[in-house]
């Protein structure tokens, strides 16, 4: 019981965290914004190692939690990548305009 | 507690902070690239707290490690070669496919636990009631959002075009046929958190119900609703947070879910369109929010 109500405790603050973080966010960065949440969203690859590292024997199940791992890092590696590309390609431009001036 | 629990909860506190500054600066230009690296830092220290935990308390077994190294080389390499890959004009699609990944992610870890019962002990969660409520509603979100963002994805590619039926009223009535699909077999589930066919039933309910709802969206809507299964597989990471009892993924999940359905808003009233118009008028909300609009 004592989990569960940590646990609820810990959903309600970290929404209303979330709820807070963003206040205005200028179009240009709404794609890697979005990309940078999703590569975060990838975090339940915690929980895809923990299913690995309690499964003991159970082969099927350490299957099942390696390719849960595999999509979790597939999703947490390429978000975070193409994200960097992104911005990558947007301060190369800002700094080309700052070169100009 | 141990050193090790000790080091955990600290690393854990340090990992929370910097996704949070992370997602902060992600919303302002001169941040960004910087806060990005942030986050990916905070990824990497809340895995070596996880390992450095279970490293400190019950070991961690050889075959464990030959199968965590090898999912970890395959996503990852997948992963960076994808992302260097992608034209930078199909960014909208790279994300969506990454965003099912993650959801396909939190849907294997609940059904794991789910099927395993014994075997993944995930305990922590304590009562069967809470294990069975965070088991179903992590299947049902992460199937939506996998299938959704696979549907997303095939239509800005072009791969997917919408069926003349689905953008008549009759895909309403089959949506809301899938969900109650879907809610008898999670009821059921609540009732008996055995019953595999009633699991593989919530899977093939939310999962179909995911193409159903995301199919006839035009391609202009696409980038709100890949914003809205973002924040959904943020909730799918908090739920599988409640199955494997780990507080770290709980909040994070409930951050980026709330995060997410603030930028899809946002996103929205850049559109100058309504969630709901989005969501539920396909070609027919368009004309009518045009006409609105003008």
């Given amino acids: ?101 | 507690m141990n050193i090790a629990e000790i080091l955990k909860f600290a690393i854990d506190l340090v990992a929370v902070l910097l996704l949070a500054l992370g997602i902060k600066g992600l919303s302002k230009v001169r941040s960004a690239r910087e806060a990005n690296r942030l986050a990916a830092v905070a990824m990497a220290l809340a895995v070596v707290g996880l390992i450095v935990n279970y490293l400190g308390t019950t070991g961690i077994a050889a075959e464990a490690w030959i199968w965590i190294i090898f999912g970890t080389v395959v996503g990852g390499c997948l992963g960076a070669i994808t992302a260097q890959r992608v034209p930078m004009t199909s960014m909208p699609e790279t994300v969506a496919l990454f965003n099912g990944c993650g959801g396909m992610s939190s849907l294997l870890v609940a059904l794991g636990v789910a099927i395993f019962p014994t075997a993944a002990g995930a305990g922590e969660a304590g009562s069967g009631v809470v294990e069975d409520i965070s088991i179903v509603v992590s299947v049902f979100v992460g199937s939506i959002t996998f299938s959704g963002s696979i549907v997303a994805m095939a239509k800005l590619q072009g791969w997917l075009s919408t069926p003349p039926w689905m953008q008549s009223r009759v895909r309403h009535a089959v949506n809301i046929a899938l969900a109650v699909m879907s809610l008898v077999a999670a009821i059921e589930l609540g009732r008996h958190g055995d019953n595999v066919s009633a699991l593989w039933l919530l899977v093939i309910g939310s999962g179909l119900l995911g193409i159903g709802v995301t199919l006839p969206i035009g391609g202009a809507d696409m980038p709100v609703v890949i914003s809205l299964l973002n924040s959904y597989s943020g909730v799918a990471a908090a739920a599988a947070g409640f199955v494997v009892g780990s507080q770290l993924l709980i909040v994070a999940g409930a951050m980026v879910g709330a995060a997410g359905l603030i930028l899809t808003q946002v996103m929205c009233n850049g559109m100058n369109r309504s969630l709901v118009s989005v969501l539920f008028g396909g070609a027919l909300g368009a004309s009518a929010a045009a006409g609105g609009g003008g």
């Fill in chain 1, 1 to 101: 019981m004592s989990f569960l109500s940590e646990a609820l405790w810990v959903l309600l603050l970290g929404s209303l965290l979330g709820l807070e973080l963003i206040g205005k966010v200028p179009p240009t960065l709404h794609t890697p914004l979005m990309s940078g949440a999703n590569a975060i969203s990838g975090i339940t690859m915690l929980a895809a190692l923990t299913l690995i590292i309690k499964a003991g024997n159970n082969i099927p199940l350490l299957a099942m939690g390696a390719v849960a791992l595999g999509f979790a890092l597939f999703n947490v590696i390429g978000g975070f990548l193409v994200t960097d590309r992104m911005l990558a390609m947007f301060s190369r431009k800002s700094s080309r305009r700052r070169d100009n001036h």
